[in-house]
């Protein structure tokens, strides 16, 4: 045994010099565990502090949404410039290669389909089957103002609660229904009632006035929804505003997997996020591919 062999005295101890302690310096998250910060830097960068989240998780409730009919064919390429994929643990057991090692930000939330009222969700996946598969964070709907408001909180604080037994973050997504005003007063209702009951991080759609007013009243990290299909030079001027305004990344989906190129798409994306690249040079990267 080679350690019984040379059994020496260290030196290097450095007593004079304190102990390093680099918690990972997201917003709201240093009193969290090693764990939590640990999946949390998966999630977000680490020199940026920011994501490029790419949502394919429509097809929990609507199927094969335009896109997404083949996700090993358009989804899977895109792998090495997304820093986590939002997706549901069907897709990921079925099609996301093991070795892409992208962090995976999973689905645990649905129940109703298109077809029915969409709010009336629970929960649909267990933190077990959650750590299964390595997710580095999960997600469910919360549906603020919606008609199941109180279940769906529900189930997100269930979820926090099993989400802090087993070290893994919870993205609460605000909801809006089509009868409410996505405006910074109701998101930054929705965003804070989230994050005061336990969410580590939160996704809210993008309003065009007083968006920092939303992140400023969310003690922990926003990321922006990307939402239906825009003109990809809309898409990345509205990525740039919600960053500006202090939003600690995106979870684009339709904006980016329905572009014309999508690599090209969210390589602009990350050029946004990362770089802080003005919208037109971002999109004028776009165009370059
Ligand atoms: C909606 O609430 C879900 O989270 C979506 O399935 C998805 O994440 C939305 O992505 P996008 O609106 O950017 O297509």
Request: proline share 6%; charged share 25%; glycine share 8%.
């Amino acid at each position: 045994m080679a350690d019984n062999e040379d059994r020496t005295e260290g030196a290097r101890f450095a007593a004079s010099v304190p102990q390093r302690h680099e918690p990972f310096p997201l917003k709201g998250c240093g009193a969290l565990d090693w764990g939590m910060q640990s999946r949390l830097a998966r999630v977000f960068r680490p020199d940026t502090r920011r994501t490029v989240m790419l949502a394919i998780d429509h097809g929990y409730f609507q199927g094969p949404t335009t896109g997404l009919e083949r996700v090993d064919l358009s989804i899977v390429p895109l792998l090495p410039w997304a820093d986590a994929l939002m997706t549901t643990r069907g897709m990921i057991r079925s099609t996301i290669p093991p070795a892409s090692r992208v962090p995976v930000v999973l689905r645990a939330s649905g129940g109703p389909s298109i077809l029915k009222e969409l709010s009336d969700e629970q929960l649909a996946v267990g933190m077990e089957d959650a750590a299964r598969v390595n997710a580095c964070a999960v997600a469910v709907q919360v549906f603020i103002g919606g008609e199941h408001e109180t279940q769906s909180v529900r189930n997100m604080t269930r979820l926090v609660d099993a989400g802090q037994r087993y070290g893994i973050p919870v993205l609460a997504v605000t909801a809006v229904g089509k009868e409410l005003t996505r405006d910074a007063r109701y998101l930054r209702l929705a965003t804070r009632i989230c994050a005061e009951l336990g969410a580590h991080f939160v996704k809210t759609y993008y309003c065009e006035r007083d968006f920092d007013t939303v992140a400023a009243a969310c003690p922990v990290p926003l990321v922006m929804a990307g939402g239906r299909k825009l003109p990809e030079r809309d898409a990345l001027t509205m990525a740039y505003h919600a960053l500006s305004c202090g939003a600690a990344g995106v979870d684009m989906g339709r904006n980016i997997f329905q572009s014309d190129t999508p690599q090209a798409m969210i390589r602009a994306v990350g050029a946004v996020v990362h770089e802080s690249l003005k919208p037109e040079d971002a999109y004028d990267r776009y165009l370059r591919g």
